[in-house]
């Protein structure tokens, strides 16, 4: 056999692409240990010199293999030894690039996650959290759409949610929708913080003292037990109700607020001290959250420092420290971030367990497997013949390899709908080598005068008019579902496009060789 006649300047850029691919995909073996997914500022293990870029590939995050001498080879290891750690001991981490040390608070501010087995993404609907989506009440500019997410952004972020994605969509009719995914986060989480507007204001009577943004608040406690914390819990009529407390700093700005309005207020002697006639109130998108007692001494006083407090209820008391955790750090994301700039409607919210996105995941891979080996059954009945149906198998099989490899280098998700578009761009992909291979077959039997070469243009020519209604059929899918099947479309029109233009001409020279 002679294999020079096989390399082709098309063949070769079918192995080229390949290559390629493959190197995109980088796909490891190695997956003991847990890999880090995201570093929270200000905490133990940034302080440390442990840092996170979100532009790394999956298979090139940092990997922590040993936590104070013990191995850590997965998720469960991970949670068993730090559980095991008490507070404000010493924490030595190891990792696949250096070792750091560290006192461990609270926690240590790392998340992670079971290490990538590839570069390839996944969305939402195979590795698990809460996709919603969002509509805003009225008509908004691209510059307040923007304004919106990076504002959304940075409260989740503050929240403690980083693996996150919003995005625009718009509808063919021209909505706009906000598309918020969260890997890991439950529904509740998210709903309860994009759900609202977020509008935090404290009001003495009528008058507003401070909003919620970094206009009015310079600073807020978090992650500090002497300035932040759950400060009592006392058994009530129907469970448990503990109370929260954390400090504040108000701008000179809000604080000669303060000093006006409390200037015109009387003062009040109670049973347990001297206060000022009114409380300062504080409102969440006007519902009252607490009310605060003011002392006489801070009246006409430019206060900077403020403390703010609130309840949380449970029928367990864990369950009330649970519900005052809660409501803490959804009030301090608040005043850090202050409020979106619109209020939103929830239009649709799905949420994924990490366990059923990991029965999606491998779900999918077999459906791909099982679909090549359908194809691969049926072309064998339709020609009995290896010379032609291996070909084509291993054809359907690189443009699967490259739609991949492609995705891993841009870092585009694959999701379900994803998936669909492979299986969909395989499928038509076949159809076109059936095409290419009639063709040459036919036309050998026939002893047409044409050429192998002739009759590949006329083979081409029909897969060329598929290809083109094919993409214009997959446009409008873009924004159809408030761009929910952009996966699809996005897969289908990659998958024939690589088709069309890099696997298909490499076919036909081989099935031409073949054929000679």
């Known amino acids: 056999m002679n294999i020079k006649k096989y390399l082709k300047f098309r063949v070769l850029f079918l192995l080229f692409w390949i290559l390629i691919s493959i190197i995109a995909i980088n796909p490891k073996l190695d997956t003991e240990g847990v890999a ?97 989506v969002l509509e805003p009440q009225e008509k908004i500019t691209d510059q307040e759409v923007k304004d919106l997410i990076s504002t959304m952004e940075n409260r989740l972020n503050v929240y403690g949610l980083s693996d996150l994605k919003i995005k625009q969509s718009n509808d063919i009719s021209g909505n706009t929708f906000i598309i918020v995914e969260i890997a890991g986060a439950s529904k509740e989480e998210v709903k309860d913080l994009i759900a609202s507007q977020g509008k935090f204001e404290a009001r003495i009577g009528n008058e507003t003292v ?95 420092d403020i403390s703010i407090s609130g309840p949380g209820v449970g029928v367990a008391r864990d369950d009330a420290i649970k519900d005052a955790t809660k409501n803490m750090n959804k009030l301090q994301t608040v005043l850090i971030t202050g409020s979106l700039p619109t209020k939103l409607n929830i239009v649709k919210i799905d949420s994924i367990s990490p366990v059923l996105g990991e029965a999606f995941t491998k779900n999918a891979i077999s459906i791909i497997i099982y679909t090549i080996l359908a194809i691969a059954l049926v072309i064998f009945i339709r020609y009995r013949d290896l010379k032609i149906s291996l070909p084509i198998i291993l054809i359907s099989s690189s443009e699967v390899l490259i739609i991949l490899g492609i995705a891993a280098s841009i870092k585009y998700n694959i999701d379900i709908a994803a998936i669909a578009g492979i299986i969909a761009a395989v499928g038509t992909g076949v159809d076109d080598q059936i095409i290419i291979a009639d063709e040459i077959i036919s036309g050998k ?33 873009f924004w159809a579902g408030a761009g929910l099947f952009t996966g699809f479309a996005v897969t289908t029109i990659l998958g024939i496009s690589i088709g069309v233009f890099i696997t298909r001409p490499a076919f036909a020279a081989i099935v031409e060789n073949l054929e000679e």
């Open 36 to 132: 880090i997914k995201a570093v929270e500022k200000n905490s133990s293990a940034s302080s440390a010199g442990i840092n996170f870029d979100p532009s790394t590939t999956l298979t090139s995050r940092e990997i922590i293999k040993e936590i104070n001498n013990q191995e850590v080879k997965d998720l469960q290891d991970y949670a068993k030894i730090l559980s095991s750690i008490n507070e404000s001991s010493v924490v030595r981490i190891k990792t696949d690039k250096q070792e750091y040390t560290m006192l461990k608070q609270k926690d240590l501010g790392l998340t992670v996650e079971k290490i990538s087995s590839s570069n390839v993404r996944r969305g939402l609907d195979l590795q698990g959290g809460t996709r919603v």
């Open 210 to 304: 401070f909003s919620g943004g970094k206009k009015d608040v310079t600073f807020v406690c978090r992650e500090d037990g002497t300035c932040s914390g759950i400060r009592q819990c006392e058994q009530a009529q129907s469970g448990y109700q503990c109370v929260f407390d954390f400090q504040i700093k108000l701008s000179q700005e809000a604080a000669n607020r303060h000093a006006d309005i409390t200037s015109k207020l009387d003062t009040n002697l109670t049973g347990t001290g001297n206060y000022l006639s009114k409380p300062l109130d504080l409102y969440l998108d006007g519902k009252l959250v607490d009310s605060l007692q003011i002392s006489s001494s801070l009246k006409g006083q430019a206060a900077i």
């Open 445 to 477: 039997k026939k002893k047409e005068i044409l050429s192998s070469k002739e009759q590949i243009k006329r083979a081409f020519f029909i897969i060329f008019v598929a290809y083109a209604t094919g993409v214009a059929s997959m446009i409008p899918l």
